[in-house]
């Protein structure tokens, strides 16, 4: 686009001037309103979203369809939601695309429910921070998809989590994810998509449970404009005590100080089965694990960590991401959060659950199936191992 050119109005238009119809005006004077001047970008109309008012979703499913998730998000109560953008248990196989009907379809929905944030979970098996050659090319392909299928679905957030270090160093870790988030984004146009770096309960070898360790990825990564995602089941495993008043505050400090609170886009809220600092990765309904229901209540109603416009972040949402054992346990745990927000939140579809009777008896049935073939294939091992 063309800069516009310099001009020079050194003396104010006469006012009555300014009351003639151009066209009667027949001068050949110079007038600086004819000069050629570029239409302004127009200003991106802020999605609805993005209000300040307090935005509570869930992890939805999206088998069978894409729409089925916007469609259970609404009947389950929420306002915003996450989803995964393709089987996060699975390297894709195949088309890594989503056809331009359907993703225009879901995001054609979405705009009609008023749901967002939309924030899409990354695939699981993906660890930015791999040292083993194939294993980090894999990574970083699906991360790249999991970008692309964003993308197509008009997703604001894509959350990762920072991969696991094995035998290296923390510094040679948090060094080859940054590393490894630059190189999937190459050739892509993020466009309003954001990444975020999810905190961690500290697993096993796993980086970023620590906030120093998300605030130098997050830093790493501000050409990308990547922010953080913090999800309270982890904060508390890996030993932040958000459980109480004072360890909120101290935590929250402890979050200005190095991810700062500016750069988390995203909550995500979970109770923890886990004890404090029990670095296990155990997620529990809201109110029945160690955080509790007082302190949930806490940080739904903190004026730092919402979508205060003065005070918090416009948009930012609240995520479950609580196991769903029973059915109704998504609607239950969604109404919970609204009731300790103190806010009311759109209406639920009474009796919606993700999880009906017929799904649950089916999973039951495969998970058994599975344990039994896991079994059988011990057990196949052994006798081979005793006669060999
Ligand atoms: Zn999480
Ligand atoms: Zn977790």
Not at 150 to 167: Q, Y
Not at 319 to 339: C, F, H, S
Request: net charge neutral.
């Amino acid at each position: 686009m063309p800069e516009p050119k310099t001009i020079l109005t050194n003396t104010a238009p006469d006012v009555n001037e300014l009351r003639l119809d151009p066209l009667d005006v027949r001068d050949e004077r110079f007038d600086p309103e004819d000069e050629y001047r570029p239409e302004p970008p127009a200003e991106p109309v802020p999605p609805a979203w993005v209000d300040g008012s307090l935005r509570i979703g869930i992890h939805t499913s999206i088998s069978g369809s894409y729409l089925n998730a916007l469609e259970s998000a609404r009947r389950l109560g929420c306002n915003a939601l996450q989803i995964f953008s393709a089987s996060p248990r699975m390297w894709s196989s195949g088309p890594s695309r989503i056809p331009d009907s359907d993703a225009a379809a879901f995001r054609a929905r979405r705009e009609e429910l008023g749901l967002g944030p939309l924030v899409i979970h990354a695939n699981y098996l993906i660890n930015l921070a791999g040292m083993q050659p194939m294993l980090r090319t894999r990574s970083i392909q699906a991360f790249h998809d999991d970008l692309v299928r964003g993308i197509a679905l008009g997703a604001d957030f894509l959350v990762v989590h920072p991969g696991a270090r094995g035998e290296a160093k923390i510094e040679v870790a948090v060094a080859t994810i940054i590393e490894s988030v630059k190189q999937a984004v190459r050739r892509i146009q993020l466009g309003k998509l954001r990444i975020l770096i999810e905190n961690t309960a500290g697993m096993g070898t796993a980086v970023g449970s620590r906030l120093e360790e998300v605030a130098t990825i997050v830093r790493g990564l501000s050409s990308l404009g990547v922010g953080a995602c913090l999800d309270t089941a982890h904060l508390f495993a890996a030993g932040y005590d958000i459980s109480t008043e004072g360890g909120l505050e101290a935590t929250i400090s402890q979050i200005e100080q190095t991810i700062g609170l500016e750069n988390v886009y995203v909550w995500h809220l979970n109770d923890s089965k886990i004890a404090l600092g029990g670095k296990v990765d155990r997620h529990e309904h809201i109110g029945h694990g160690q955080i509790k229901a007082a302190a949930f209540a806490r940080i739904l109603q903190h004026p730092k960590l919402g979508a205060s416009i003065t005070t918090g972040m416009p948009g930012r949402p609240f995520l479950l991401e609580t196991p769903i054992e029973e059915p109704g346990d998504d609607r239950r745990n969604v109404a919970k959060l609204w009731e300790l927000s103190g806010e009311e939140g759109p209406a639920a579809e009474k009796g919606f659950s993700m999880l009906t009777a017929a799904l649950k008896k089916k999973l039951t049935a495969h998970r058994k199936k599975t344990a039994k073939a896991v079994k059988d294939a011990a057990k196949k091992a052994l006798q081979k191992k005793k006669k060999g």
